[in-house]
């Protein structure tokens, strides 16, 4: 939210404030890439094994690989192997699953920003529907819906 106020376009999966931002932008001013939410769960219900998906995808193969090398810790070979390790064999938040229609969601954004005046288009219309998430409103929110309070004239 605090990005899209500087005109930056939501990437992001259909979780958290995305579906809100989603909402208040509109499909054609945000990127969503992901499984939906029944999809989660019948991945998760079926044993999500996510090594498969590391085995089966050279180009996530090769990104995940890269962990395991110095490419980004010169001179430290395996320094992020754990996290390349935590992703083929636990991956909690399904980010493998994910990755193939990221690729694809990075393709649309491409293409979109060599549209420089559609870029710029959909960037103030993420600015300008930025309002509902003023921390006004979300104090609001917080005083009618969570901590039921009452106002108190002074």
């Not at 710029?120 to 529907?129: D, G, L, P, W």
Request: hydrophobic residues 40%; glycine residues 8%; without cysteine.
């Amino acid at each position: 939210m605090k990005l899209a106020l500087n005109g930056a376009l939501t990437v992001g999966t259909m979780d958290g404030a995305n579906v809100e931002i989603r909402e208040e932008v509109g499909d054609e001013n945000i990127f969503i890439f992901g499984l939906s939410v029944d999809e989660v769960h019948d991945l998760k219900a079926s044993h999500y094994i996510p090594s498969k998906y590391y085995e089966s995808d050279p180009l996530l193969k090769a990104s995940i690989d890269l962990l395991y090398s110095d490419e980004f810790t010169p001179g430290e070979p395996g320094r992020l192997g754990s996290i390349a390790d935590n992703l083929i064999h636990h991956d909690p938040f399904l980010v493998l699953a994910d990755f193939e229609d990221y690729v694809r969601a990075q393709g649309e954004i491409d293409k979109a920003y060599s549209d420089k005046v559609g870029w710029a288009r959909k960037a103030i219309i993420n600015t300008a529907s930025m309002g509902k998430f003023s921390s006004d409103r979300s104090i609001r929110d917080y005083v009618d819906g969570i901590w039921k309070l009452e106002k108190v004239s002074v």
